[in-house]
């Protein structure tokens, strides 16, 4: 079973219009509302695929009404907390082209016996889980080590769990220097991380590998249409696949769930996390990809890494 924490959950809002013309009015061709928030989608990736997940969010307000409705009767299995104030909406806007600009609100501020009660709700669902998962940004208010000091606490059980951090911002920097199993950044968080620009595969794994000297066990970094590296101790790779690209919101947490769902380490985890990561993009707004979405067969994995090729702007 793999735990799942979303301190900051959305509910995520999707309109897809012909052209993004700022300072104008535009008409929606089409909407989407999905439940969103990293780890809560991570929960739905598994789930999606019949994999035992539960996933620990803080639910308030309306919109935290909205996200539990929609996901009755899909067998995600939510853990919620519940809090005073009303979760936040984020809002994509989506070209033909699958160009995404998105804005992220802050999100609710939690109190301390709030922030509390996710963490204790976290530990004990923890207990025989395989792996836990503290995913996205922290609301307004939680300290920059919230991620990191639950990743000491899960480290300090009698039966240790491993945990995926997927993060930003200081939040990111706090967590890894608390020895997570695994990072998942992308390669703006990646960066932050370094603290320089990457340009290459080269600079990509030299970044991870500092990681990796910092305590980290391995790094999954995702590079949009380049794919991803995984540098761990038993190895670095790069594997890539082709998308249509329709809205890469949530392909990321896709990305993280196939990695996790494959056993989590070698070049056949990372063929699958990628192979997921494909297919969330190729689908609207931050729908989760089902198991006829995955198309294993179109990645390419590369034992050798290129270190001279240029990342994509993206
Ligand atoms: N244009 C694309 N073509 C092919 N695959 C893609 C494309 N964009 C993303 N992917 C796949 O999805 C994975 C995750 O994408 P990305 O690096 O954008 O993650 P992210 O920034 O963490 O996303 P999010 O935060 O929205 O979940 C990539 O590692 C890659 O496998
Ligand atoms: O603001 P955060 O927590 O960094 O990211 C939140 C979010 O953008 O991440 C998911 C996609 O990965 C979306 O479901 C959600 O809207």
Redesign the pocket.
Known sequence: MIVTLTA?P?L?RTVEVAELRPGTVMRAVARQVHP???GL?VTRALAAHGIDSRAVLPVGGPEGAHLTALLDGRGVRLEPVAIRESIRC?ITVAEPDGTTT?F?EPGPELSGAELDRLVERTLACAAGAAWVVAA??LPPGAPDGFYGGLVRRLAALPRPVPVAVDT?GPALLEAAGAGPSLLKPNREELETAAGRPLATLGDVVKAAEELRARGVGAVLASLGSDGAVLVGADGVWHAEAPARRRSS??A??ALLAGFLAAGAAGAAALAAAVAWGAAAVSLPG?RMPAPDDVRTDLVRVHDAIDTERTLAPD
């Open positions: 900051n959305s995520d969103g928030g990293k989608n984020n998105k992220n996205g940004s930003s919101v949530g990321g947490d931050s």
